[in-house]
C-alpha cells in the first residue's frame, strides 16, 4: 500500500486560478517533502521541498503547506499557466533515508 | 548539458528475455537510482546506489540487478522478463539522499 495518499486524480483550472493539491501521510519518521513535476514523455524533476520545521515554503509560483500535527501537506500553484499542466507527484521519506516513498500523481490542466 | 543519459528509449522484449538498462550522468554525482513508474501507482524505487561500489534494494527489487560501473554508470537488468515488468523506467541522480534529476525514461513493453 502506499504510504503517501494524494488527491486528487486530476483537476482542470483557467488559467489565473490556484490549483491545490494534497497529501496525507502515517510515517511519523518521514522528515522530508519533496514534490516533482513531470511533462508528458519526460522524467519527473524536483520541483520545491520542505521539512517539517517549517508551516509554509514558497519557490516563484509554488507554494507548500505543511501540517505536521495533521501529517498533511498541500502544493498550491499560484496564478496557474498552461504552462504549468503537468503531473505532479508528492514524496516523503525521512531525511537520511534513501527511500522515498511517492504519492500516485495528479494530473494537472491549465486552460487558455 | 546531457545530465542524465538513459538508453534504449522504447524496448519491446518477449518473456523470458534478458536485456540491460543503461543509465549515465555526467553532473559528478554520488548517489543513482532506478525507479519504475506505472499508472496509478507513482514511482517506485527498484535499486539505489549511494555511492561507485555500493549498491542497496528499494521497494520493488524482485526480478532485478543492478551494477554501478563507475561513477557515471548505473546499470539495471532484467535476467528473464516477465509481462509484470512492463513499465517506464527511470533513472536518476543527485548529490542528496533524494533523487534530483531523472532521465527520460525506458519505455518497455514485454510480450
Known amino acids: 500500500q502506499q504510504q503517501v495518499k494524494q488527491s486528487p486524480q486530476s483537476l482542470i483550472v483557467q488559467k489565473g486560478g490556484i490549483p491545490i493539491i494534497n497529501c496525507a501521510y502515517e510515517?511519523?519518521?518521514?522528515?522530508?517533502f519533496p514534490w516533482y513535476q513531470q511533462f508528458p514523455g519526460k522524467g519527473p524533476a524536483l520541483l520545491i521541498a520542505i521539512r517539517p520545521d517549517v508551516s509554509e515554503k514558497k519557490e516563484g509560483r509554488f507554494t507548500i503547506s505543511f501540517n505536521k500535527s495533521a501529517k498533511q501537506f498541500s502544493l498550491h500553484i499560484m496564478d496557474s499557466q498552461p504552462g504549468d499542466s503537468a503531473t505532479y507527484f508528492c514524496?516523503?521519506?525521512?531525511?537520511?533515508?534513501?527511500?522515498?516513498?511517492f504519492g500516485a500523481g495528479t494530473t494537472v490542466t491549465v486552460r487558455a | 548539458n546531457a545530465g542524465v543519459t538513459q538508453t534504449p528509449k522504447f524496448q519491446v522484449l518477449k518473456t523470458g528475455q534478458s536485456m540491460t538498462l543503461q543509465c549515465a550522468q555526467d553532473?559528478?554525482?554520488?548517489?543513482m537510482y532506478w525507479y519504475r513508474q506505472d499508472p496509478g501507482m507513482g514511482l517506485r524505487l527498484i535499486y539505489y546506489?549511494?555511492?561507485?561500489?555500493?549498491?542497496d534494494k528499494g521497494e520493488v527489487p524482485n526480478g532485478y540487478n543492478v551494477s554501478r560501473l563507475n561513477k557515471r554508470e548505473f546499470s539495471l537488468r532484467l535476467e528473464s522478463a516477465a509481462p509484470s515488468q512492463t513499465s517506464v523506467y527511470f533513472c536518476?541522480?543527485?548529490?542528496?539522499?533524494?533523487?534530483?534529476?531523472f532521465g527520460d525514461g525506458t519505455r518497455l513493453s514485454i510480450l
Open positions: 514524496a516523503a521519506k525521512p531525511s537520511n533515508d534513501y527511500k522515498l516513498s
Open positions: 536518476a541522480s543527485s548529490v542528496t539522499t533524494e533523487p534530483q534529476h
Open positions: 510515517n511519523t519518521a518521514f522528515d522530508y
Open positions: 546506489s549511494a555511492s561507485e561500489g555500493t549498491t
Open positions: 553532473m559528478n554525482h554520488n548517489s
